[in-house]
């Protein structure tokens, strides 16, 4: 059975960081793109990042462009958010997610039930 | 940016009903469509995946159809479990986008 788990949302004040983290497991994790999409509560969804099956390839929003990292270790079976330089509307769950296929193909066939990350003084 | 427009933002039906939503994007995407269905507190899930294709173990009375740059997806003789939000989503281009979401409720 695939499982994402991700970890590592808190409340942090603005221009704060904080490590997501998401543990994946059920499935042979380096023959998969991995992304984050995030969505405020009661609202729409947003993607954040994607990262390719070796972590050679990242994308980023324009939103968290130069603030947010994707990273990957395969030997670890797990995916990563670096946010930095937090702001009041990166505020929201953030849902581990993977991609159909060994690219960041951005069909995004399971998800993780989200981690809450609250930007706020 | 693709934007995706997504209608109705809400319906109200009954339990046997046949639903259909809409997803019109702002430019070409081919059939680089995704339709996802969320229950409250839950994640989302992957329904139908390049316009048409269903996901494993998604029944049969979901379908999605692409006329040109709008899209659809039905969904026949609705169940008690139907009673959700369904989002769209294209996978052409960066950034992948997302329509508003459609909340499909009891009548």
């Known amino acids: 059975e695939v499982q994402l788990v991700e970890s590592g949302g808190s409340l942090v004040r603005p221009g704060g960081s904080l490590r997501l983290s998401c543990a994946a497991s059920?499935?042979?994790?380096?023959?998969?793109?991995m992304s984050w999409v995030r969505q405020v509560p009661g609202k729409g969804l947003e993607w954040v990042s994607s990262v390719n099956w070796n972590g050679g390839s990242t994308r980023h929003a324009d939103s968290v462009k130069g603030r947010f990292t994707i990273s990957r270790d395969n030997a670890k079976n797990s995916v990563y958010l670096q946010m930095n330089s937090l702001r009041a509307e990166d505020t929201a769950f953030y849902h581990c997610t993977r991609d159909r296929g060994i690219a960041a193909t951005g069909v995004f066939d399971f998800w993780g039930q989200g981690t809450l990350v609250t930007v706020s003084a | 940016d693709i934007q995706m427009t997504q209608s109705p933002s809400s319906l109200s039906a009954s339990v046997g009903d046949t639903v259909t939503i809409t997803c019109r994007a702002s430019q070409t995407i081919a059939s680089f469509l995704n339709w996802y269905l969320q229950k409250p507190g839950k994640a989302p899930k992957l329904l139908i995946y390049?316009?048409?294709t269903l996901q494993s173990g998604v029944p049969s009375r979901f379908s999605g159809s692409r006329f040109g740059t709008d899209f659809t997806l039905t969904i026949s003789s609705l169940q008690p479990e139907d009673f959700a939000t369904y989002f769209c989503q294209q996978s052409y281009s960066i950034p992948r986008t997302f329509g508003g979401g459609t909340k499909v409720e009891i009548k």
């Open positions: 059920g499935f042979t994790f380096d023959d998969y793109g």
């Open positions: 390049a316009a048409s």
